[in-house]
């Protein structure tokens, strides 16, 4: 497989957008999700090369080993945790300012769902 699943998950996602806002007419979008998603792609094949270092693997979310995957453990707990500080601020900001408040929580609640899901696997695998 030339990248992994994560990525291909990540730039077809990209891709999906880009063709529901070309199907919009918003080219500019649609430009601007293409140009992400080719770009996440060559980040990904970048960093498959043979002679790639830890930190671009790690960036690029291109695991080569078991020592790869516990130092990515220990940046998207870093990043999880941001992410929920943030999104509790959004939160926040969207019921002062009556703006998105269903999304906003929405958001909150996957979160939640998906870090206790991760620490109850954590947790098991021990």
Known sequence: MPVSIVN????????????????????FSAFILVAAGAAGLGAALYARRPDSRDITRLNAIEYRDERDRVLATEGFAAVGAAALILSIIEVVLATVFDQLVLLACAQVVVLCIVWGIANSIAARRG
């Open 8 to 27: 291909i998950v990540l730039v077809g996602t990209l891709l999906a957008g880009a063709i529901a806002t070309a199907l919009m007419h918003n080219w």
